[in-house]
């Protein structure tokens, strides 16, 4: 069965399909939007965080808010929607699985850390400032 969603790697999302990338670090007022439909998959791993500013993310089925000072987790092969990227202060960590395992001998080891494969909760962490 054909999936109806495109399938992206992390080469599409800086605007160079062909480039086979395992790990990228980026800001948003410094990056070029990239030529990626809507809702889209992707073969890896994605961390936004967001210092200002606020937007909203579809993951699957679900709709949420990102707010400032939080991140965000998307898992390989999730249908994901990214809205108002442009408004927001902040940036995102892109990478593979590949990358995850360097040095390392299982793939068990990915699933030590529930955060980068949360497929049924929440995948928005907010961070709040510690008053002393």
């Known amino acids: 069965m054909k999936n109806i969603f495109p399938f992206y790697n992390i080469g599409h999302f800086i605007n160079q399909p062909g480039n086979p990338t395992e790990f ?4 948003f007022g410094k990056m070029q939007e990239p ?4 809702y889209h ?4 791993y994605e961390i936004i965080w967001t210092e200002k500013g606020v937007s909203r993310q579809t993951i699957d089925d679900s709709e949420y808010n990102m707010r400032a000072n939080s991140i965000f987790i998307i898992s390989p092969n999730q249908v994901h929607r990214f809205e108002e990227w442009r408004q927001l202060s902040g940036g995102t960590i892109l ?8 040095n390392r ?3 068990d080891t990915l699933f030590e850390f529930r955060c980068l494969n949360n497929y049924y909760s929440d995948p928005g962490i907010q961070f709040t400032k510690k008053r002393v």
């Open 35 to 38: 030529d990626v439909e809507d």
């Open 105 to 107: 001998v299982s793939k």
């Open 41 to 44: 998959l992707h073969n890896f």
């Open 95 to 102: 990478f593979t699985e590949d990358f995850c395992l360097l």
């Open 24 to 27: 990228e670090l980026l800001r």
